[in-house]
T-cell receptor, first 110, second 115 residues
Framework: GENVEQHPSTLSVQEGDSAVIKCTYS??????FPWYKQELGKGPQLIID?????GEKKDQRIAVTLNKTAKHFSLHITETQPEDSAVYFC?????????FGKGTSLLVTP | DTAVSQTPKYLVTQMGNDKSIKCEQN?????MYWYKQDSKKFLKIMFS???????INETVPNRFSPKSPDKAHLNLHINSLELGDSAVYFC??????????????FGPGTRLTVL
């Protein structure tokens, strides 16, 4: 089955700096790559996603890049704010199921 | 309006008991899921139903039985609860067809604690 690796497991940045989280996947048939943000005590919320026919996508301070050849994708958050502090999950999908990475706990300090 | 709702939010019970968690979505989606998040925050798919039919059944003990009375509801029944079942269980839904993109909306979770 699909195996998704996510790094780093924890990330601490100062407010205003950028944060980058990287994921790799094993199954070349995966065609959908969402990123979820999970705040304490809440369910995961989709923040951005990318399809396999696109190399990069941006939404305000958040961007995702996909390298299908290397089978890796990354989340970039610019101008980080304290409210960006949360656990971020990458996932890869073929069809229905999402296969999640193990999460990155991001802390943005003022 | 709540898109995906789960009840209860917290569930504390003794080993050996049987319990159910309910999930409802008002998004008109055809597919619903159950995920388990363990103490290390790892999220893993358990089941998926599309139009009331089981389409994903990962390696989950037979003590776990999903039930979908209609496409807006997917309930999870757990028999003979064990300590290792303690986790947060998330329901999710999506409007998709296999092979297309799979944006899933998650509920708030049910924290199950087995004593």
């Amino acid at each position: 089955g699909e195996n998704v690796e996510q790094h780093p497991s924890t990330l601490s940045v100062q407010e205003g700096d950028s944060a980058v989280i990287k994921c790799t996947y094993s199954d070349s048939a995966s065609n959908y790559f969402p990123w979820y943000k999970q705040e304490l005590g809440k369910g995961p919320q989709l923040i951005i996603d990318i399809r396999s026919n696109v190399g990069e996508k941006k939404d305000q301070r958040i961007a995702v890049t996909l390298n299908k050849t290397a089978k890796h994708f990354s989340l970039h958050i610019t101008e980080t704010q304290p409210e960006d502090s949360a656990v971020y999950f990458c996932a890869a999908s073929i069809g229905y199921a999402l296969n999640f990475g193990k999460g990155t706990s991001l802390l943005v300090t003022p | 309006d709540t898109a995906v709702s789960q009840t209860p939010k917290y569930l504390v019970t003794q080993m050996g008991n049987d319990k159910s968690i309910k999930c409802e979505q008002n998004l008109g989606h055809d597919t619903m899921y159950w995920y388990k998040q363990d103490s290390k925050k790892f999220l893993k798919i358990m089941f998926s139903y599309n139009n009331k039919e089981l389409i994903i059944n990962e390696t989950v003990p037979n003590r776990f039985s999903p039930k979908s009375p209609d496409k807006a509801h997917l309930n999870l029944h757990i028999n003979s609860l064990e300590l290792g079942d303690s986790a947060v269980y998330f329901c999710a839904s999506s409007q998709d067809v296999e092979g297309t993109y799979n944006e899933q909306f998650f509920g708030p979770g049910t924290r199950l604690t087995v004593l």
